[in-house]
């Protein structure tokens, strides 16, 4: 191997000290891989978020002057004559680059690779992940993703356009919208690069949690977050080569020549694409490949965001209400059952793109399915809940908000299960609702909780718990008032993706409720500022974090804020017991630690009950 | 402090709750003008029923949230695992899962069963950014079509050559429908993928170059209603619209030759 040899935590933390740039930038350590993904993706989502803003002003009022944007986005907006009116073009480059960046290089970003890896060694008793060098070239390989993605906007005639689905034949062919030129390749490429990295972070992931918990750790004491980071592993590795392997095609289909995509007779502007033989240039292709190709990786995709959340809420949950997870069997179930089902669930994205209709049948069944282990979720929750000991803190907030939304996005999920029903609904603003509040909502407001309650093992300190407050109820808050009234207009037919949906007689009536939407959204936008206040200012000043803070149970609590490298300055702690031993009345304390020993009267207990009924 | 949090989030929830509701009684679908009823009733009966959940379980979250505070001094309640009641709501759910299910595959089957013989065909080409319309006139056939005769002039590349092309008709952006009679449309595409939308009556099928898709459904009351395009085709995706006429069925041929006069 030409690499330098691998600095096994094991020895590394006996080391001499090393330079800054191999200790904090070309790092192998996790926890700063870790924190880069994270610090990248709240880059990625000051980006995306912006765009979003770029949307709502546009829906709310499509033809007015934006005189000052026409000056920052002079490609965006119709200068000319003093009107500043946006250009259709830029509206579909807006949506499709706020959707593509938010879903892959924000909510999959952070709190998969970015927990993901700061986590898993300290949940599951690791020195490091298992490859560290694997870690950090995958985070160096996600940063020219990144670095290819935003460059895209600023080549030929704009980025990608053909929103963040690509389906060919829009994304295929150059002339069919001016995104289709050099910024959808730069779109694939950009692509390419995240699913390389996503598939390195992955293999790693599954090897660590497989092969270096520490002693004691069996799969029925593992926190639900390391279940979950373990499941959006293998979701990943299986599901993200069907989107690569799409991708590489798609490639061939714009540069070389090839039909995958594109079907016999392709008519663009009334003129027939013909080849030099006079015959059409494209043969035979099938656009609905793409599609199931795409959703194949799409939908198992949105467990791999909410998963992680889920796994994060378990978690915070029972430490603020200072009780046991409620049915923690049925939890690790019902997580393994929504990644299994995620598989057979894909083409309820195509009930009307002309895919056999029986094939429609077979879709719903597996998505109405999946409403049963989600809604386990949601009941266990709340018998957490019941009879507990709650503390308000930050953290609390943002799980109780993941519970809530999850509620929220969740029933409506219901509704769109049915192929029937989702004739009408299907492209409306009724699914853009669903999926904000449910996975993109789930997925923030998880992440949101996640950095406050793991902030001591980021940086060794605690974020502000008022400032943390403030930006809770403003988000949460402003994230209803956006998303929610989005029902109300989807169900009365707005089309999602549209321009100016004034066109249209129907959606006349429509446009107060955007205009609510739209300053709901802006106020959403603003309030992110509280956050990066709150972060960086605690990083570096906040009050400083000891082992423990938060009178917890997991392994990740029993050495320093922050962990030193190789995680624990003497021998990896053993695990006696699951990690959600709050309030047991045989003890002491409220909380038991993970590493404490069996008593003598649970030893006694467990020989009575036989071996490995009782894990925890 | 902590007090406060926690009554705050009792209230946030029992507030999206009482406003959720009261908008979703002020809000429905756009008329139904077609016999596709039993889409709007699925969709009444999902409101009611996730409605029901939605309702019971932020009201508990409210409840549990004001009352279980952190006092300081009590711990919580020992109690984290019940096998019968994890049973219960597990096949609770599944059942009303399962009835969602048996009914959603019957609604499935119905809305897409094979069309009456009596059927009147159309069909409807999407290209970009409009929507053809073409009727197969007084022999009941559409002509052939071949994509390599399409220009300017010419749309979907109709071949004049075909004896059944001759009496077609062809509209655009306009689709004259009868009252009472069943339609079937076979949807297809010229170039990217457009959705044929009809919002007052729950029809929407994608438009795919390379396939016709068949549809069918009655349109039941007269008046001018609007097509919209579902699927993001490019920039005049926003402006790819177009009107329904459905009209008398004995005004019906009148009506269609009004349309293609104009």
């Given at each position: 191997?030409?690499h330098?040899p691998?600095?096994?935590?094991?020895?590394?933390?006996a080391?001499?000290?090393?330079?800054?740039?191999?200790?904090?930038?070309?790092?192998?350590n996790?926890?700063?891989i870790?924190?880069?993904?994270?610090?990248?993706?709240?880059?990625?989502?000051?980006?995306?978020?912006?765009?979003?803003?770029?949307?709502?002003?546009q829906?709310?009022?499509?033809?007015?002057?934006?005189a000052?944007l026409?000056?920052?986005?002079?490609?965006?907006y119709?200068?000319?004559?003093?009107?500043?009116v946006m250009?259709?073009?830029?509206?579909?480059?807006?949506?499709?680059?706020?959707?593509?960046?938010?879903?892959?290089f924000?909510?999959?970003?952070?709190?998969?690779?970015?927990?993901?890896?700061?986590?898993?060694?300290?949940?599951?008793?690791?020195?490091?992940?298992?490859?560290?060098?694997?870690?950090?070239l995958?985070?160096?390989?996600?940063?020219?993703?990144?670095?290819?993605?935003?460059?895209?906007?600023?080549?030929?005639?704009?980025?990608?356009?053909?929103?963040w689905?690509a389906y060919p034949?829009?994304?295929?062919?150059?002339?069919?919208?001016?995104?289709?030129?050099t910024?959808q390749t730069?779109?694939i490429?950009?692509m390419?690069?995240?699913?390389?990295a996503f598939?390195?972070g992955?293999?790693?992931?599954?090897t660590?949690?497989?092969?270096?918990?520490?002693?004691?750790?069996?799969?029925?004491?593992?926190p639900?977050?390391?279940?979950?980071?373990?499941?959006?592993a293998?979701?990943?590795?299986?599901?993200f080569?069907?989107?690569?392997?799409?991708?590489?095609?798609?490639?061939?289909?714009?540069?070389?020549?090839?039909s995958?995509?594109?079907?016999?007779g392709?008519?663009?502007?009334?003129?027939?694409?013909?080849g030099?033989?006079?015959?059409?240039?494209?043969?035979?292709?099938?656009?609905?490949l793409?599609?199931?190709?795409?959703?194949?990786?799409?939908?198992?995709?949105?467990?791999?965001?909410?998963?992680?959340?889920?796994?994060?809420?378990?978690?915070?949950?029972?430490?603020?209400?200072?009780?046991?997870l409620?049915?923690?069997?049925?939890?690790?179930?019902?997580?393994?059952?929504?990644?299994?089902?995620?598989?057979?669930?894909?083409?309820h994205?195509?009930?009307?793109?002309g895919?056999?209709?029986?094939l429609?049948?077979?879709?719903?069944?597996?998505?109405?399915?999946?409403?049963?282990?989600?809604a386990?979720?949601?009941?266990?929750?709340?018998?957490?809940?019941?009879?507990?000991?709650?503390r308000f803190?930050?953290?609390?907030?943002?799980?109780m908000?993941?519970?809530?939304?999850?509620?929220?996005g969740?029933?409506?999920g219901?509704?769109?299960?049915?192929s029937?029903?989702?004739?009408?609904?299907?492209?409306t603003?009724?699914?853009?609702?669903?999926?904000?509040?449910?996975?993109?909502?789930?997925?923030?407001?998880?992440v949101?909780?996640?950095?406050s309650?793991?902030?001591p093992?980021?940086f060794?300190?605690?974020?502000?718990?008022?400032l943390?407050k403030?930006?809770?109820?403003?988000?949460?808050?402003a994230?209803y008032?956006?998303?929610?009234?989005?029902?109300?207009?989807?169900?009365?037919?707005?089309?999602?993706?549209?321009?100016?949906?004034y066109q249209?007689e129907f959606?006349?009536?429509?446009?107060?409720?955007?205009?609510?939407?739209?300053?709901s959204?802006?106020?959403?936008?603003?309030?992110?500022?509280?956050?990066?206040?709150?972060?960086?200012w605690?990083?570096?000043?906040?009050?400083?974090?000891?082992?423990?803070?938060?009178e917890?149970?997991?392994?990740?609590?029993?050495t320093?804020?922050?962990?030193?490298?190789g995680?624990?300055?003497?021998a990896?702690?053993?695990?006696?017991?699951?990690?959600?031993e709050?309030?047991?009345?045989?003890?002491?304390k409220?909380h038991v630690?993970?590493?404490?020993p069996?008593?003598?009267?649970e030893?006694?207990?467990?020989?009575a009950?036989g071996?490995?009924?009782h894990?925890? | 402090?902590?007090?406060?949090?926690?009554?705050?989030?009792?209230?946030?929830?029992?507030?999206?709750?009482?406003?959720?509701?009261?908008?979703?009684?002020?809000?429905?679908?756009?008329?139904l003008?077609?016999?596709?009823?039993?889409?709007?009733?699925?969709i009444?009966?999902?409101?009611v029923?996730t409605?029901?959940?939605?309702i019971?379980t932020?009201?508990?979250?409210?409840?549990?949230?004001?009352?279980?505070?952190?006092?300081?001094q009590?711990?919580a309640?020992?109690w984290?695992?019940?096998?019968?009641?994890?049973?219960?709501w597990?096949l609770v759910?599944?059942?009303?899962?399962?009835?969602?299910?048996?009914?959603?595959?019957?609604?499935?089957?119905?809305?897409?069963?094979?069309?009456p013989?009596?059927?009147?065909?159309?069909?409807?080409?999407?290209?970009?950014?409009?929507?053809?319309?073409r009727?197969?006139?007084?022999?009941?056939m559409?002509g052939r079509?071949?994509?390599?005769?399409?220009?300017?002039?010419?749309?979907?590349g109709?071949?004049?050559?075909d004896?059944?092309?001759?009496?077609?008709?062809?509209?655009?952006?306009?689709?004259?429908?009868?009252?009472?009679?069943?339609?079937?449309?076979q949807?297809?595409?010229?170039?990217?993928?457009?959705?044929?939308?009809?919002?007052?009556?729950?029809?929407?099928q994608?438009?795919?170059?390379g396939?016709?898709v068949q549809?069918w459904?009655?349109?039941?009351?007269t008046?001018?209603?609007?097509?919209?395009?579902?699927?993001?085709?490019?920039?005049g995706?926003?402006?790819?619209?177009?009107?329904?006429?459905?009209?008398?069925?004995d005004?019906?041929?009148?009506?269609?030759?009004?349309?293609?006069?104009?």
């Open positions: 191997m030409a330098a691998e600095a096994h935590a094991g020895e590394a933390h080391h001499a000290e090393e330079a800054f740039i191999w200790k904090y930038v070309f790092s192998k996790h926890r700063i870790g924190i880069q993904y994270y610090i990248t993706a709240m880059v990625m989502a000051l980006v995306a978020g912006l765009l979003a803003m770029l949307i709502r002003l829906l709310a009022w499509p033809a007015r002057d934006w000052f026409a000056k920052i986005f002079p490609m965006g119709d200068a000319g004559g003093g009107f500043g250009r259709p073009e830029f509206y579909a480059m807006l949506f499709t680059m706020h959707g593509t960046i938010m879903v892959f924000v909510l999959s970003t952070a709190p998969v690779s970015g927990f993901g890896n700061l986590l898993i060694p300290l949940q599951s008793g690791a020195r490091d992940m298992a490859f560290p060098f694997l870690n950090g995958s985070y160096w390989t996600f940063l020219v993703g990144c670095v290819v993605i935003l460059t895209s906007f600023f080549v030929g005639a704009g980025a990608a356009a053909g929103g689905t034949p829009l994304s295929a062919l150059k002339g069919a919208v001016p995104g289709s030129e910024g730069f779109w490429v950009g390419v690069f995240f699913i390389a598939t390195m992955g293999l790693n992931f599954v660590t949690i497989i092969n270096l918990r520490t002693k004691g750790l069996s799969p029925l004491r593992m639900m977050t390391l279940w979950a980071m373990f499941l959006v293998v979701l990943g590795l299986l599901a080569p069907a989107l690569i392997a799409a991708c590489i095609m798609l490639i061939f289909d714009r540069h070389f020549g090839t995958f995509f594109l079907p016999t392709l008519v663009l502007n009334n003129a027939p694409m013909l030099p033989d006079g015959k059409f240039l494209h043969q035979g292709g099938s656009p609905l793409w599609q199931h190709l795409f959703w194949f990786l799409g939908h198992p995709e949105v467990y791999i965001l909410m998963l992680p959340a889920l796994g994060f809420t378990s978690d915070i949950l029972t430490n603020f209400a200072r009780k046991p409620f049915g923690y069997k049925s939890m690790v179930g019902a997580m393994c059952a929504i990644g299994g089902l995620s598989f057979i669930v894909w083409g994205h195509m009930f009307v793109s895919m056999n209709p029986y429609a049948m077979a879709f719903a069944v597996g998505t109405i399915l999946i409403a049963v282990p989600s386990v979720k949601v009941f266990n929750w709340l018998a957490t809940l019941r009879g507990a000991r709650i803190n930050t953290p609390m907030l943002w799980a908000g993941v519970v809530s939304l999850f509620i929220s969740g029933l409506s219901v509704w769109l299960a049915q029937a029903p989702d004739i009408q609904l299907h492209d603003m009724f699914v853009a609702a669903h999926f904000h509040l449910i996975m993109a909502g789930a997925a923030l407001f998880g949101f909780g996640a950095t309650y793991w902030f093992k980021m060794g300190r605690m974020m502000n718990d008022t943390g403030a930006h809770f109820w403003f988000t949460f808050i994230y008032c956006t998303f929610f009234p989005m029902h109300y207009i989807g169900i009365a037919g707005h089309l999602r993706r549209i321009y100016d949906p249209y959606l006349k009536p429509l446009q107060p409720i955007n205009e609510f939407i739209t300053i959204a802006l106020v959403l936008g603003v309030s992110q500022i509280l956050f990066f206040i709150n972060f960086f605690s990083a570096f000043a906040g009050k400083k974090a000891g082992e423990n803070p938060w917890a149970n997991g392994l990740e609590w029993t320093a804020s922050p962990p030193p490298h995680n624990w300055p003497g990896i702690p053993a695990v006696h017991r699951w990690p959600y709050y309030a047991n009345p045989d003890f002491p409220d630690m993970q590493t404490e069996l008593t003598a009267a030893q006694q207990e467990k020989a009950e071996p490995s009924r894990e925890h | 402090m902590g007090k406060l949090q926690g009554l705050l989030f009792a209230l946030a929830t029992v507030a999206l709750v009482v406003l959720a509701t009261f908008y979703f009684t002020r809000t429905w679908l756009p008329p003008k077609s016999d596709r009823a039993a889409i709007d009733h699925a009444w009966l999902s409101l029923v409605g029901a959940v939605f019971l932020n009201l508990l979250l409210a409840y549990f949230s004001w009352r279980y505070q952190d006092d300081g009590t711990r309640a020992y984290h695992h019940n096998p019968r009641l994890e049973w219960a597990t759910t599944a059942l009303i899962m399962c009835t969602f299910l048996f009914k959603a595959l019957n609604l499935w089957a119905e809305v897409t069963s094979p069309p013989a009596d059927a009147m065909l159309i069909e409807v080409t999407g290209q970009q950014f409009a929507w053809n319309v009727y197969p006139g007084p022999d009941g559409l079509t071949d994509h390599l005769l399409a220009s300017q002039e010419n749309p979907i109709l071949d004049k050559t004896p059944h092309a001759a009496d077609d008709v062809l509209l655009l952006n306009q689709l004259v429908l009868p009252q009472n009679r069943p339609v079937r449309v949807i297809r595409s010229m170039d990217v993928i457009h959705s044929f939308f009809l919002p007052n009556f729950r029809v929407k994608d438009a795919v170059p396939m016709t549809i459904f009655t349109p039941k009351e008046g001018d209603y609007e097509i919209a395009c579902a699927e993001h085709c490019g920039l995706h926003y402006r790819m619209r177009g009107q329904v006429h459905v009209v008398a069925a005004g019906f041929d009148k009506a269609l030759a009004d349309a293609a006069g104009q």
